[in-house]
C-alpha cells in the first residue's frame, strides 16, 4: 500500500472550501474495501463507545482510535491518551492503508510531509450530530487534519475562525475526503444530524476518519 494508489485515483470534483481547505471528492473510493476491512480491525480491537463531556454529558457519536495515540473525552476534559482507558492496553495501531491515504490526500491539497499518530473514529446513527467545534488538542497546528467519509451521506458543517461565524454546508458523501490546515487549522467545523438511510457497506451508518499529527 502506498500514496501512488491514492495519488492517481480518479477524482469526480476536487472543491476549494476556503484557503486551506479543500474537498476531494470520491478520493478514497479506489481502495474502499482495503479502509473498511482494515476499519473492521480496529473496532474489533477497540470497540466503539460513547465517551462523555467534561459535564457529563454522552455524546451521541460512537467513537474509537487508532495509531500512537487516541482522542478521549470524560470528565476530566478532552485529551489525547497512548492507552485506551477501556482495555488498559494501546490503542490498535494505524493502518498502512489509513496512513497512505492521509499522506496523498495531503498532498493533493498542498500539505507536505504530513505524517499522522492519530485517527479518531466517528460512527453517526441517524440523528447523530457533532457540534461545531474547533480541533485544538494537538501540539502542531501547522498540520493539516484529513477528513474521510465512509456510508451514508452527511452534511459537514465549516465555519469560521469564531464559534459566531456562519458555517457553510456541504453534502459529503461515501469516499470524500477533507483536508483543511494553514490558515484554515483552526476553523471550527461539525456535522448535521444524520438522516435516515442505508448504505451498501455500512448500512444505517456513516463512519469519519479523522487523522492529524497530535504528538
Not at 18 to 26: E, K
Not at 90 to 95: E, I, M, R, S, T
Request: proline share 6%; charged share 20%.
Amino acid at each position: 500500500m502506498n500514496q501512488d494508489l491514492f495519488g492517481h485515483a480518479p477524482l469526480a470534483e476536487t472543491e476549494r472550501l476556503g484557503d486551506g481547505a479543500v474537498l476531494l471528492r470520491g478520493w478514497a473510493l479506489r481502495e474502499r474495501e482495503a479502509l473498511l476491512s482494515a476499519l473492521d480491525e480496529v473496532i474489533r480491537a477497540a470497540p466503539l463507545r460513547h465517551m462523555v463531556t467534561s459535564r457529563g454529558f454522552r455524546m451521541s457519536v460512537g467513537m474509537t482510535n487508532c495509531g500512537d495515540l487516541g482522542w478521549v473525552s470524560d470528565r476530566r476534559g478532552y485529551r489525547y491518551t497512548a492507552i485506551d482507558p477501556l482495555s488498559d492496553k494501546p490503542w490498535p495501531g494505524l493502518p498502512p492503508v489509513f496512513h497512505a491515504l492521509a499522506g496523498a490526500a495531503a498532498v493533493a491539497a498542498g500539505f507536505e510531509d504530513f505524517v499522522p499518530d492519530a485517527c479518531l473514529v466517528n460512527r453517526y446513527a441517524p440523528g447523530s450530530r457533532l457540534s461545531l467545534h474547533q480541533d485544538r488538542n494537538e501540539r502542531d497546528f501547522a498540520q493539516p487534519i484529513v477528513s474521510v467519509s465512509l456510508g451514508l451521506p452527511a452534511v459537514f458543517l465549516f465555519g469560521g475562525l469564531q464559534r459566531s461565524d456562519p458555517a457553510s454546508r456541504v453534502l459529503l458523501s461515501h469516499g470524500d475526503v477533507v483536508v483543511w490546515g494553514g490558515p484554515a487549522r483552526l476553523r471550527y467545523h461539525g456535522v448535521a444530524a444524520l438522516a435516515e438511510g442505508v448504505h451498501d457497506a455500512l448500512g444505517g451508518y456513516r463512519i469519519n476518519l479523522t487523522l492529524r499529527r497530535a504528538g
